[in-house]
């Protein structure tokens, strides 16, 4: 039994396949996948990035998480999660699972994977651009 597959709803359903297949792949290797994030709102996006400030996870701003688009998940190999998230070479090859299917890592932070290419739809920062003076 694969846990977390519920997050699989209100993501991208062709992204959700994907993500099924890689997950349903990891479990054949005895990897244990938990399907640790799907969706996110803008609310739960900005808690989140509150705490990476103050040296939590990696987060993005709220805004800028493919999460909020259906388009990123979190999946952390089993042993990680009972391991009080301290990764091994499992998460190393659930990783090669995600990646080899086509879908996009980000450096430094080893259970995402997301919609490849997605990231250059969002806008680089929430701040304001500048006026322009004419
Ligand atoms: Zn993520």
Redo the contacts with the bound molecule.
């Keep these: 039994m694969i846990r977390g597959l519920v997050k699989l709803r209100g993501l991208d359903p062709r992204f959700a396949r994907v993500v099924q297949y890689c997950l349903e792949k990891a479990d054949e290797q005895g990897l244990d996948p938990v399907l640790d ?1 799907g969706i996110r709102s803008h609310a739960e996006q900005a808690v989140l990035y509150q705490r990476y400030l103050r040296g939590g996870p ?2 993005a701003p709220p805004g800028l ?3 909020q688009y259906g388009l ?3 999946v952390y190999a089993g042993s990680v999660v009972r391991n009080n998230f301290r990764y091994d070479s499992n998460q190393d090859k659930l990783r090669a699972i995600f990646l080899g299917a086509g879908l996009e890592g ?1 450096s430094g ?1 080893p ?4 919609y490849p290419g997605a990231q250059r739809l969002l806008p680089r920062s929430t701040r304001r651009p500048r006026a322009r003076r004419r």
């Design positions: 994030y990696k987060a998480s493919l999460h990123a998940v979190d980000v932070d259970p995402h994977f997301q």
